[in-house]
Antibody
Framework: EMQLVESGGGLVKPGGSLRLSCAAS????????MNWVRQAPGRGLEWVSS????????YYADSVRGRFTISRDSAKNSLYLQMNSLRDEDTAVYYC???????????????WGQGTTVTVSS | QSALTQPASVSGSPGQSITFSCTGT?????????VSWYQHHPGKAPKLMIY???NRPSGISNRFSGSKSGNTASLTISGLQAEDEADYYC??????????FGTGTKVTVL
């Protein structure tokens, strides 16, 4: 069974840092693009960042570029999100998701984790 | 990247069909056949319902169907059931190799 399990969420003060992890199982992790997606309280889903299977291609939303860093470790079947300079508006449930697609494009998210909650507050 | 535009809420009675839209631009929805739809029950993981405009993943009921015309995609739920009550989000791959989600539509079964 394909599974993604996030961890690392918690309460952090504005300006602080947090590292999220996502453990993958049940599929060949290194073969897939992976995404981080978040949902702030009362808001919709927001794409945060993407990373290719080889880590050669990395993309960020404008709202987190320069503060967040996505990475992966295929030996550990794990995806990470290092979050620095956290702001109140980063408060959200963070999901990791496997990205699938036709041909060379990775265009839709077919496996999702249950999410981990990040609260930024003083 | 601005969020795709969806109606905030749609409702219907059991057995009815409902359709709701997802409007973007030529840089996302209109430029590619890479629109996907997700069902999200609060507190649970989002679930892929439709990919590449109109394709259903294995295990998804054929009551769910998708289409697209120009910069607007649509999701139709036929034979509405109580279990369909959830939030639904569209998403599109973009010309910048990024992803954009819709504002979300809350589906209520009356």
């Amino acid at each position: 069974e394909m599974q993604l399990v996030e961890s690392g969420g918690g309460l952090v003060k504005p300006g602080g840092s947090l590292r999220l992890s996502c453990a993958a199982s049940g599929f060949t992790f290194s073969a897939y693009f992976m995404n981080w997606v978040r949902q702030a309280p009362g808001r919709g889903l927001e794409w945060v960042s993407s990373i290719s299977g080889s880590s050669n291609y990395i993309y960020y939303a404008d709202s987190v570029r320069g503060r967040f860093t996505i990475s992966r470790d295929s030996a550990k079947n794990s995806l990470y999100l290092q979050m620095n300079s956290l702001r109140d508006e980063d408060t959200a449930v963070y999901y990791c998701a496997r990205v699938e697609g036709s041909g060379s494009d990775a265009t839709y998210m077919d496996v999702w984790g249950q999410g981990t909650t990040v609260t930024v507050s003083s | 990247q601005s969020a795709l535009t969806q109606p905030a809420s749609v409702s219907g009675s059991p057995g009815q069909s409902i359709t709701f839209s997802c409007t973007g631009t030529s840089s996302d929805v209109g430029g590619y056949n890479f629109v996907s739809w997700y069902q999200h029950h609060p507190g649970k993981a989002p679930k892929l319902m439709i990919y590449e405009v109109s394709n259903r993943p294995s295990g998804i009921s054929n009551r769910f169907s998708g289409s697209k015309s120009g910069n607007t995609a649509s999701l139709t739920i036929s034979g509405l059931q109580a279990e369909d009550e959830a939030d639904y989000y569209c998403s599109s791959y973009t010309s910048s190799s990024t992803y954009v989600f819709g504002t979300g539509t809350k589906v209520t079964v009356l």
